[in-house]
């Protein structure tokens, strides 16, 4: 099997390297040609020229881009080279009908696609264990686990195009509430005049111990929130659930006030830092 | 080392069993006598009359009960007992002022005290692999160590008296919050249609992973709330935490938004459900 990817940023760098690693990277494709080139310098693969250059190389092509609009345009480069035969894998996080948009003009020239975006942060794009989250056909999915499994330790099958953005939306409403939970209570902890290493030491030992606060506690309280996954993106993703939610008629009170949160800290230049920068409205 | 336990609740009974599982526990006591002596019984240890007796023949009294009203009335029982050497270690939940004056009263008679409040669940209790969070002096937690090694595996000290329930102060705000983030993203992936344990299953495994999602995600998502830790209690944790905040001058909206839930869950009859009942509130 030969694997291409498009989109080499703070997640497909790394994502792509464990292709690589695991012998089935063939080339690569990235918007800002340079990053292209100096990825398949180092690992001795081909840079593509064009998407659809990767593409009719290549059995799958695996998309790792930020928004829904990225996600259409690679889309809509790589239909020349749809056919029977080729997979089109995308890690991005974008909308369930960004998905289902994306399956039915590939699927018109033949190809296959899945919605596979993933969850697990640069560190789990980087040791390989992402948890990937699949819509589209158990049959495609077959097909190309062994590339997917060079990327993620759990991949889980949700159900049909979408089904895998639908499951993305509910993880990044819980990051959110998550990021809310650990800033209030870090703030609280500050505030009494805690050590904080031994605070977050001990509570993650315990019932309200989560990734997040053993991953971003130990920065945050020392003011610094190098990305990780930058705020800007989640609040994209955040924008995204709250729409899915106001066409379901139901309300995300935590996502709604996070979203906020993020608007005011992008707003005072604070968008590319990573989302736990959300103590600096906290913090005492 | 020989250990007395006070307060054989959800958390105390499996806490006296695995001190007596490491041959330290000698006698118990209990507020219903009967619990007292059926654990006495099934261990073959001793069932005191009253604490005082109970701390007569021990060099470590151990309490866990609930309020803090409970850890006063059971201090005062102890004071006729209080003496160079005996150490008491209150595992309970209270507030910083609650430890400071068992600490003074104790200290009256020459013992000494450590606030050791604990994390983990029942789940935790059973297994012997709590986190504790000492407050107190060093001296005194170095001499009861090996009696809270068995029943803690993440033991860690965070200053004077008071430090300990500070910090555990800090892990029930974070308790709330995650609660408040875990059931507003699964009662949203339940609108969405989705297999719920599959969506558990693969959020787990990423950035949004906690404890209480992959403990408790799969019974609320079932509709069964049995704790567990009792709304009630958290419920009477949230106001000691939001009292805190109130005389330092902060907000903690997450938690107080927390309490009203659990206010109106307690009006409805669910006092005595797991803390993960507040999933009532959200689903759809």
Same mark, same amino acid.
């Given at each position: ?9 703070? +997640? ?7 292709? /690589? ?5 063939? $080339? ?8 292209? #080139? ?30 829904? /609009? ?11 080279? #749809? %056919? ?18 994306? &399956?039915?003009?590939?699927?018109? *020239? ?5 919605? &596979? ?8 794009? %980087?040791?390989? %264990?992402?948890?990937? +989250? ?46 809310? $939970?650990?800033?209030? $209570? ?9 050590? +904080? ?19 971003? *506690?130990?920065? +945050? ?10 705020? #800007? ?12 939610? &106001? ?38």
């Amino acid at each position: 099997m030969k694997v291409g990817f498009v989109g080499l940023g703070a +997640m497909g760098e790394p994502m792509a390297r464990n292709l /690589a690693a695991a012998g089935l990277l063939a $080339a690569v494709w990235n918007r800002t040609p340079a990053r292209a #080139a100096a990825l398949s310098a180092a690992l001795g693969i081909d840079s593509a020229p064009s998407p659809a250059e990767l593409a009719a190389t290549v059995d799958v092509v695996i998309i790792c881009v930020s928004a829904d /609009a990225d996600v259409i345009r690679i889309v809509d480069a790589l239909r020349p080279a #749809a %056919r029977p035969g080729l997979v089109v894998v995308d890690c991005s996080t974008v909308s369930p009908d960004t998905a289902r948009k994306a &399956a039915q003009r590939l699927g018109e *020239g033949g190809a296959e696609f899945l919605d &596979a975006p993933v969850t697990g942060g640069v560190e789990g794009a %980087r040791s390989g %264990r992402l948890a990937m +989250m699949i819509g589209g056909s158990p049959a495609t999915l077959a097909k190309v686990e062994p590339a997917l499994s060079a990327m993620a330790t759990r991949i889980v099958f949700m159900g049909d195009t979408g089904a895998g953005q639908a499951a993305k939306a509910v993880n990044q409403v819980m990051c959110a509430g998550i990021n809310q $939970a650990v800033t209030e $209570a870090l703030a609280f902890g500050e505030k009494l005049g805690l050590d +904080m290493d031994r605070v977050i030491d001990v509570v993650s030992g315990g019932a309200a111990g989560n990734w997040f606060l053993e991953k971003r *506690g130990p920065t +945050m309280t020392r003011g610094t929130f190098a990305p990780g996954f930058k705020l #800007a993106l989640h609040h994209k993703d955040l924008a995204i659930c709250l729409s899915m939610a &106001a066409n379901m008629q139901i309300d995300l009170p935590l996502t709604a006030a996070t979203l906020d949160d993020y608007t005011a800290l992008m707003a005072d230049g604070f968008g590319d830092e990573d989302i736990s920068a959300l103590y600096r409205r906290k913090r005492p």
